[in-house]
Each structure stands twice: as structure tokens, then as C-alpha cells.
Nanobody, 122 residues
Framework: QVQLVESGGGLVQAGGSLRLSCAAS????????MGWFRQAPGKEREFVAA????????TYADSVKGRFTISRDNAKNTVYLQMNSLKPEDPAVYFC???????????????WGQGTQVTVSS
């Protein structure tokens, strides 16, 4: 079992940067693929980025590719999402999640954090 707590959200101007963190409890963190998802008001939750347990495999949504970077520190049980060049279409609640297999599919993720709000002002 792993519990996830996100932090780092906030208000930023368009073009700015934020780094989200997701701290995990439990000794099995390093065995999970970690993903970031987001959900804007009135929209479905969507995939943002994923990183395999070994850090060898990564994948990004086309909408964030080249602007966002996912990373993890297994010694600290933490996964990060560095978000650069934020756009007016990026605001959402951002969730981190854990899955047993590398996937972009929301349904594959079995553990979820409570989310952190990201707001972008134009």
C-alpha cells in the first residue's frame, strides 16, 4: 500500500514555472510506475506524464511534451513534475498516482493523491 500527498501547486503567470511534488509513504514506492494526471473544471481527468520504476521509461501527453518533465527520487519516495512555459490551458487540479505497470491509462493507476491546484494567470 502507498499513500500519496501532492504539494507545490499555486498561482503563476503564463510563461512561468512551477514544480509539483508528490511524497509517498510505504516501502514499495520504488516498485511503482508514477504518473501525473490533471482535471480541469467540467472536464475528464487526463494523463500528463508517467515515469517507470526504473526511471528508464517516460511518456508525456502531447500537450505538455517539451514543457513538463517528470522525475523521481526513490531515496526520498518523491516524484516531481517540473512545469515550464505554463499556458492558460494548463490550469487544473494535478494528481499524482501509482501503478504496478508502466501505462498512460488512468484505469491502471491504483493509488491516488488528493490533488493540488495549479492556476495560470494571463
Amino acid at each position: 500500500q502507498v499513500q500519496l500527498v501532492e504539494s507545490g501547486g499555486g498561482l503563476v503567470q503564463a510563461g512561468g514555472s512551477l514544480r509539483l511534488s508528490c511524497a509517498a509513504s510505504g516501502r514499495t514506492f520504488s516498485s511503482y510506475t508514477m504518473g501525473w494526471f490533471r482535471q480541469a473544471p467540467g472536464k475528464e481527468r487526463e494523463f500528463v506524464a508517467a515515469l517507470s520504476s526504473s526511471r528508464v521509461l517516460t511518456t508525456y501527453a502531447d500537450s505538455v511534451k517539451g514543457r513538463f518533465t517528470i522525475s523521481r527520487d526513490n531515496a526520498k519516495n518523491t516524484v516531481y513534475l517540473q512545469m515550464n512555459s505554463l499556458k492558460p490551458e494548463d490550469p487544473a487540479v494535478y494528481f499524482c498516482a501509482a501503478a504496478s505497470l508502466f501505462s498512460r491509462d488512468l484505469a491502471r493507476y491504483t493509488h491516488w493523491g488528493q490533488g493540488t491546484q495549479v492556476t495560470v494567470s494571463s
